[in-house]
């Protein structure tokens, strides 16, 4: 997503150096208003279990929709026509699959005060060896994910000041921000600061689609044009584009849904009452976010025709440059737009760290390494470890490695190894230990292999034939080993409710 | 006693509405050349896409709001003041003892 703007030079950087100071002040104030927040794991990580309607909405908001969904997908929708239009649904499909485990794990989260998702797998299976392997899996695909956003950012970064700001700077400036505010505040300033963010986001967005209505015509004369020039982008899709649609709702519902982050936020609700408004809110802003950026890359087809695949990386970048030659208004409209592509990077790399921290707190070094530690010194443990995480990552996103640099690519593919222990260990009394245990880490395995490899049978996604073994592995196990009496009355007890 | 719970995915029309709203938001069920018809410069067959999307965000509302109710607010209390995160872990050990 690298975007040269040639309009944005001193401007993006006052607005970048804004937007710095604004989100060190919400640390501040999340600091001050809960002092000694710090020595308690609930209070740094969950914001205290006491997120508020709006705060929480934003704060799956900033997790589900990141820049790229603002840069990356009008060029794919550019490419590929209104049979692009499954980034609406998918992001509907999210909350679809909460539905099916959100509700009991919010009331186990309740019960038993559960922090991470690490926690509740603990509880569930009371197995050293498959609470630290789950752990691993997590940690190491946020370490990933949490890469990715760093170069993404590095590269907002450079784009947006047209190159003043050199990448390396871009990025060292920003993390150093974000991990002072999220030391500041905990989830207290993740969430207040993915509030701001994400209406930065929606203002550009918004802005970008009324400038692009207005200066580049609107959807009728972008299908008018597709109908002379490349009819079949405005047909529905053929066989293969079908089983694309079909994969792509199926895989981005349950792997978003499943991301650690986003579980966890599950915990931090403060009713249920709260959590269950959130859900709503999310399920109408697919057509306000995905919706508005597919329009922009609809409506680039008729303004910047015949660009090439890589030409068209460059779309949004193109029509901003082009927004912003118009007017004043325009102008910093687009400059606060790529201010908010950026904020909603750093709010969901914010996010990602701070799970990560919280995973090391209470799963292994509280968990495992030192259990007697104070929650300070536990929440400390999180901070400095998370620290070390971000100084490697770093140095890995500036010299990145010639040889196995796909073990960096990782992340979805092994975080959704964990999802039948978390998800079939909600339901299923009768689920075997040793069976989870073999099955993750099994899929895990299958499916960083075939990644490494480049292997896609069928044309199916690594990831998913991972967990496809993984899942055999758990069902079939689970019949023909079964579980015994102490371990299926420990289920019952966690996860047994009388139902109406 | 055990805590109670109402849950969408124990529910058959929850599933049953699911599915049906899954199996039309893939567009199969059109004419390869369906996009020569348009509203406004969209063609109908995404607007009955994005028709399909919005009613399943109206289906998930109706879920939330009358297929899940748990009774973990009342039981376990609400989320602030419920003091520091010793008392919860003596909470939890509670609860597994």
């Not at chain 1, 306000?288 to 950026?293: E, Q, S």
């Not at chain 1, 707190?361 to 998370?386: F, M, T």
């Not at chain 2, 109670?4 to 059109?30: A, C, D, Q, T």
Request: overall charge positive; aromatic content about 14%.
């Amino acid at each position: 997503m690298e975007v040269e703007l040639a309009f944005s030079g001193w401007s993006g950087i006052f607005v970048l150096a804004l937007y710095g100071i604004l989100m060190l002040g919400v640390g501040l104030f999340a600091f001050l208003r809960n002092r000694g927040m710090r020595e308690s794991l609930d209070e740094y990580y969950l914001g205290g279990r006491g997120l508020g309607v709006m705060v929480l909405f934003f704060t799956f908001f900033a997790t589900q929709y990141s820049g790229n969904t603002v840069i990356g997908y009008p060029p794919t929708a550019y490419r590929m026509g209104y049979q692009y239009l499954v980034s609406v649904p998918f992001f509907i499909m999210i909350i679809m699959v909460y539905l099916f485990f959100a509700p009991r794990l919010y009331a186990l989260g309740r019960r038993f005060s559960l922090l991470t998702p690490v926690d509740w797998i603990e509880l569930r299976f009371r197995s050293k060896k498959v609470s630290i392997l789950a752990a691993i899996l997590m940690l190491y695909g946020l370490a990933n994910y949490l890469l990715e956003q760093f170069v993404a950012i590095g590269q907002g970064v450079s784009g947006l000041t047209g190159g003043t700001i050199p990448y390396q700077v871009g990025v060292i400036f920003f993390i150093i921000i974000m991990v002072a505010y999220s030391w500041l505040g905990g989830m207290r300033s993740v969430a207040y600061t993915d509030t701001i963010q994400g209406l930065a986001l929606l203002f550009g967005v918004f802005t970008l689609l009324i400038g692009s209505l207005y200066y580049f015509g609107g959807l009728p004369s972008a299908a008018e044009y597709m109908q002379a020039s490349a009819p079949e982008k405005l047909n529905p899709p053929d066989s293969a584009g079908l089983m694309r649609w079909f994969s792509l709702l199926v895989l981005v519902g349950i792997g978003a849904a499943i991301y650690p982050h986003a579980v966890q936020r599950i915990f931090s609700a403060k009713s249920e009452a709260t959590l269950k408004r959130s859900f709503i809110r999310m399920a109408y802003m697919p057509f306000l976010t995905a919706g508005v950026v597919f329009m922009v890359g609809i409506i680039g087809i008729a303004a910047f025709p015949g660009l090439s695949t890589a030409d068209s990386e460059q779309l949004v970048g193109m029509m901003a440059n082009a927004l912003a030659n118009q007017n004043a208004f325009f102008y910093w409209a687009m400059v606060l737009l790529f201010g908010g592509v950026i904020a909603a990077i750093v709010s969901t790399a914010d996010s990602v760290l701070l799970t990560f921290s919280s995973i090391i707190s209470n799963d292994l070094y509280g968990r495992y390494i030192k259990p007697d530690a104070s929650e300070y010194q536990k929440v400390l443990a999180g901070k400095l470890i998370g620290l070390v995480a971000v100084v490697i990552l770093i140095v890995i996103a500036w010299y990145p490695p010639a040889t196995l640099y796909q073990i960096f690519v990782l992340k979805f593919e092994v975080l959704i190894q964990v999802a039948p222990a978390l998800i079939l260990g909600l339901y299923w009394t009768r689920l075997n230990t040793r069976a989870v245990f073999i099955g993750m880490l099994a899929g895990a395995v299958m499916a960083g292999v075939f990644t490494l490899m480049g292997y896609r049978p069928l044309g199916i996604y690594s990831g998913l034939w991972g967990l496809l073994l993984n899942t055999a592995i758990c069902v079939i196990g689970t019949l023909m080993a079964g579980v015994d009496a102490a371990g299926r009355e420990h289920a019952r007890k966690v996860i047994g409710f009388r139902y109406d | 006693m055990k805590p109670e719970m109402s849950e969408p995915v124990r529910k058959r029309r929850v599933w049953l509405g699911f599915i049906v709203l899954f199996v039309l938001i893939n567009p199969w069920y059109f004419a390869s050349d369906a996009g020569a018809t348009r509203l406004m410069g969209i063609p109908l067959w995404a607007l009955m896409v994005l028709g399909v999307s919005l009613a399943l965000s109206i289906f998930i509302t109706w879920t939330i709001n009358t297929q899940w109710q748990t009774d973990s607010d009342e039981r376990y209390g609400g989320g602030k003041g419920r003091g520091d995160g010793h008392d919860s872990d003596g909470a939890r050990r509670d609860e597994e003892g």
